[in-house]
């Protein structure tokens, strides 16, 4: 059976590869990890408290910010666990419609600079492909932005299956007059 890693960020764009996964790659025959990356968290501490003065050690906050989080310090452990957990969570939206289609899925969130945690996923040498969206940048916009896709086709030693999604383009009716 393939592996396919199937990197989506969340957005209608990066799940427009699912469609195309659906037509090219049978359920029996392959299994997908849907992954997403994240951004780091250094937790949420309050400042440190002062002294009022020299004379008088009552300690004295910033804020009543600082106050609440001296008292309830939300530490970059918790908010790491939290956070994978609620883009696991998106992430099995996806996974329950693509199961109930006959695919063996799998979900898994990291946190990072997104084409290095592809590139550095699809090196762990448990997939054997990986398949996403392109915006398909060229040129001046694409040096500006970068490329997510590029960076992962020039440093994976598996297989890339990128999709240049058609982006629907709305009109709207003019009234006749």
């Not at 025959?29 to 004379?55: C, E, F």
């Not at 956070?83 to 969130?109: H, M």
């Not at 084409?115 to 392109?134: K, N």
């Amino acid at each position: 059976m393939n592996i396919i890693l199937v990197p989506l960020d969340g957005s209608d764009f990066s799940a427009q590869i699912l469609p195309a996964i659906k037509k090219y790659f049978a359920p029996g025959a392959n299994a997908l990890v849907l992954y997403t990356v994240g951004t780091r968290s250094d937790g949420h501490i309050g400042l440190p408290s002062r002294p009022a003065s020299a004379d008088i050690p009552v300690p004295v906050y910033e804020s009543q910010q600082d106050i609440e989080l001296a008292r309830h310090p939300i530490y970059e452990s918790q908010e790491f666990d939290s956070r994978a957990s609620a883009l696991q969570d998106l992430l099995e939206a996806k996974a329950g419609g693509l199961r109930s289609e006959g695919y063996t899925v799998t979900v898994e969130a990291d946190f990072g600079n997104p084409a290095e945690s592809i590139i550095e996923r699809a090196g762990l040498g448990t997939v054997d492909m990986v398949a996403m969206t392109t915006h398909g940048r060229s040129g001046i916009t694409r040096l500006i932005f970068g490329s997510v896709a590029e960076q992962v086709v020039r440093n994976v030693a598996v297989p890339v299956f990128l999709v240049r999604p058609v982006v629907a383009e709305t009109t709207e009716s003019g009234g006749s007059g």
